[in-house]
């Protein structure tokens, strides 16, 4: 997949919780397109309308706020594996979803998967894994942080058991400690490039050295914890420095994340490529999308605003 | 033709027979009355069949729009948009339908959302759809906020002058050409006059540009204050502005704007003779 000028891809990242200093940024940077997938927003969810709406706002509000900076934005549908323990809730989330999953730009059930490995949890990442399957669309699966290993190898079984194809299935947040078993198993591989709880990108650079770049995705998750909307180009910037040749990186940081997720149907390389940029540096263009001008500069040295 | 069949004969031509028939059959399980979950799936899954190729009809097709629904204008609309509109136009119209459209829109992605506000223009039972259309006005998504204001005859045959004034001045924030609102001169009205010039006044004082559009709305209705201003964008405006402030003192029926327009007696000419409209307003920028 040619690649010049420069795109990238973050298949990961919560820009809810995001300012458009971060959008701005990215858009300079290079990412053309953004994965957002339904996770938990930092406060337990009480009541079903709040799931509604957090999925009505990926797949609506915040599509448009991508757009104003030239960022195409793609989203999953699911019930996250900290919130399924609510189980009355949960259970009402689970006829929630096929409303959403079958929405424009939808590109898979996610992320979904592990976090203190409870009944509960597995109860509705089976349920829906099932979804997935009728519905024909990709999995993201988010790893647990504690019991990793054990949680990561569980993750695949149960996919296995149902039926899925490791081909369609990302593993989300690997380490060096679960890359290889992920790899040999044939699921995508996904790398969270998240300062400091889970890669930093100089890690990554060894795991593109020692794997190369078949089925491995590197992603920054970035949320409303500490992290960076900048991973993705960080890290690609850093592995052609540290001389990791730039079909790897453009794979890892772009073409892998088309490859995965563009099995959903949903997730073209055309619909950015083709995608009107807004001129950014205009002030006034009968067309103030940008309300009063353009994204806020971060830039300190220009004074006028 | 009722525009339901109408919709359905432009998608014909452009969508595969295979897409058709599964319109068609959608259409007739909606008309009979289907589970909440059939019109939401339907409704998303319309995309699927439809494509978002532009419907790019004929002038005849559009003569046809007008005939089936008074102000209906489908100049810019869409396969994608043709189709949902397809299934909506399928319920029955009443409140029970368009509660349930309420409900879709709650949970529409942006192209669902554009789409159930294109279609008010169409739909039956318009009251059902004022909560809807007046949600639209406040969204800040540029495309839905256009679909109700943009060649959309809704907002004039429906809205209270609360909602009106709050749509006509929006499009100043956010762009959009206040040329494309239907029905706007029938609708102009003195707060709204007062309400634009206020704003002129605002954006004179912070040194931010607007659309000269503006002086339409303010022009018909025009006091002493906007008499005056209108005198100093003729006199002092860019060519431009010298256009609007020249139409709009056209409009006023008062003899001081008169006075002030034939100071620039080509300008009034032009204005009298309809050589310069505010569709042409643009024409040379
Ligand atoms: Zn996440």
């Known amino acids: 997949m040619a690649n010049n000028p420069k795109r990238y891809i973050d298949p990961h990242i919560h820009m809810v919780s995001r300012t458009t200093d971060d959008y701005t940024a990215m858009a300079a940077a290079g990412i053309v397109a953004v994965i957002e997938p339904a996770f938990w927003v930092g406060q337990p969810r009480t009541e079903l309308g709040t799931f509604k709406d957090y999925f009505s706002s990926i797949v609506g509000f915040e599509r448009f706020r991508a757009s104003q900076f030239g960022i195409k934005h793609y989203c999953t549908i699911g019930l996250n594996s900290k919130e399924a323990n609510n189980e009355a809730l949960a259970e009402e989330v689970m006829d929630l979803i096929p409303r959403f999953a079958g929405k424009e730009g939808v590109v898979a059930i996610g992320e979904i998967g592990f976090d203190e490995m409870t009944a509960a949890e597995e109860k509705y990442f089976r349920i829906q894994l099932d979804m997935a399957k009728e519905l024909d669309l990709p999995v993201m699966i988010h790893t647990p942080h504690r019991n990793k290993k054990v949680g990561t190898s569980r993750s695949m079984d149960i996919c296995i058991e149902h039926g899925l194809s490791p081909a369609r299935v990302v593993i989300d947040h690997n380490n060096e400690e679960t890359a290889k078993e992920v790899l040999d198993r044939g699921f995508w591989t996904a790398f969270t490039i998240y300062p400091k709880t889970k890669m930093g990108n100089k890690r990554m650079v060894d795991i593109a050295r020692r794997y190369g770049s078949e089925r491995i995705i590197a992603d920054s998750s970035a949320d409303w914890g500490i992290s960076d909307a900048l991973a993705v180009p960080k890290t690609a910037n850093l592995m052609l420095e540290e001389g990791i040749p730039e079909a790897t990186v453009n794979a890892i940081c772009y073409g892998n994340a088309i490859l995965a997720y563009g099995q959903s149907g949903q997730f073209n390389e055309k619909d950015w490529l083709d995608m009107v940029r807004p001129d950014l540096t205009q002030e006034f263009a009968g067309n103030s999308l940008l309300r009063g001008g353009g994204p806020e500069n971060p830039d300190l040295s220009r004074l006028i605003v | ?285």
């Open chain 2, 1 to 285: 033709m009722t525009p339901q069949k109408l919709v359905l004969h432009w998608l014909k031509g452009r969508l595969s027979a295979a897409d058709l028939a599964w319109l068609e059959e959608k259409s007739t399980l909606l008309a009979t009355g289907a589970a909440d979950k059939d019109v939401y799936t339907a409704y998303s899954s319309a995309l699927r069949h439809s494509g978002k190729a532009p419907l790019e009809l004929a002038p005849a097709d559009l003569d046809s729009a007008q005939a089936a629904s008074p102000g209906w204008d489908p100049s810019d609309w869409t396969c994608e948009q043709a189709a949902r509109v397809a299934l909506l136009l399928a319920l029955p119209p009443g409140s029970k339908s368009s509660q349930l459209m309420d409900r879709v829109y709650q949970t529409a992605d942006v192209g669902e959302a554009v789409a159930l506000q294109k279609a008010i223009a169409v739909l039956g039972h318009p009251e059902g759809h004022m909560a809807r259309a007046r949600d639209g006005i406040r969204s800040n998504i540029q495309s839905v906020f256009e679909a109700v204001t943009v060649r959309n005859p809704y907002p004039a045959m429906h809205f209270d002058a609360l909602g009106w004034n709050q749509m006509v001045t929006k499009t100043f924030f956010v762009g959009v050409p206040l040329h494309l609102v239907v029905g706007l001169d029938r609708r102009v009205n003195p707060d709204l006059a007062r309400i634009l010039n206020d704003l002129a006044h605002e954006r004179w004082a912070a040194d931010r540009p607007f659309s000269p559009e503006l002086w339409r709305c303010v022009g018909p209705h025009a006091d002493a204050r906007a008499l005056e201003d209108l005198k100093k964008v003729l006199n002092t405006g860019t060519p431009l502005e010298q256009r609007a402030a020249a139409l709009a003192l056209h409009a006023s029926p008062r003899t001081e704007a008169a006075r002030i327009i034939y100071t620039h007696p080509e300008l009034a000419e032009a204005a009298q003779t309809g050589a310069l409209t505010w569709e042409r307003l643009y024409d040379g920028e």
